[in-house]
């Protein structure tokens, strides 16, 4: 199956700083997601975006299919931002079945 | 609008102990899943369906059962707890398998 490999695994930001989050993904995909877990554990989908560019206040996420691979930006980061990034995707063969990246772990210090 | 809805929050388990996890959707998905979390290996599916009397295995379907006799609900069942189904699971749903997931806010499960 698809494998979905995000970097880095870890990160550590004071208040106001940018960031870029990665996803690589071995194989063609027509489904790629962006999740953001809170220290609660609730998981929120942040874009759907199988291709190109799309943004939402601060954040903005990339994806160049070609290439196999999606960027997720965040601006200005706020302690609200702190959690796990996931990323996930399906290969166009197994469109049901969703692989998740292992996360990126992000801490926004005050 | 309550989306997803997982029951119970907490759970603990004797091994050997049989239990069945409840989700249910109010948004008329006909896509639902669930996934467990372990420290480390990020969500890993293990079933699915694709509508009411349909369902097929994910990546880790091992020691899990499900059904899905009406369009909201998909429960999953554990015949026989294990020390390894030790985890946090998570409901989705969605409007198609390659939409946009809704998660429910998870189950944590443990098996003593």
Not at chain 2, 16 to 31: F, I, K, V
């Amino acid at each position: 199956g698809i494998q979905v490999e995000q970097s880095p695994p870890d990160l550590i930001l004071q208040e106001g700083a940018n960031s870029t989050l990665r996803c690589n993904f071995s194989d063609s995909v027509n489904n790629l997601q962006w999740f953001h877990q809170n220290p609660w554990g609730q998981l929120i989908n942040l874009f759907y975006i199988p291709s190109g560019t799309k943004q939402n206040g601060r954040l903005s996420a990339t994806t160049v299919a070609t290439e196999r691979y999606s960027l997720l930006y965040i601006s200005s980061s706020q302690t609200t931002d702190s959690g796990v990034y996931f990323c996930a995707s399906n290969s166009g063969g197994s469109n049901y079945k969703l692989t998740f990246g292992k996360g990126t772990l992000l801490t926004v210090n005050p | 609008n309550a989306g997803v809805t997982q029951t119970p929050k907490f759970q603990v388990l004797k091994t050997g102990q049989s239990m069945t996890l409840q989700c249910a959707q109010d948004m008329n998905h006909e896509y639902m899943s669930w996934y467990r979390q372990d420290p480390g290996m990020g969500l890993r599916l293990i079933h699915y369906s694709v509508g009411a009397g349909i369902t097929d295995q994910g990546e880790v379907p091992n020691g899990y059962n499900v059904s899905r006799s009406t369009t909201e609900d998909f429960p999953l069942r554990l015949l026989s707890a294990a020390p390894s189904q030790t985890s946090v699971y998570f409901c989705a749903s969605s409007v198609t398998g390659d939409g946009i997931q809704y998660f429910g806010a998870g189950t944590r499960l443990s098996v003593l």
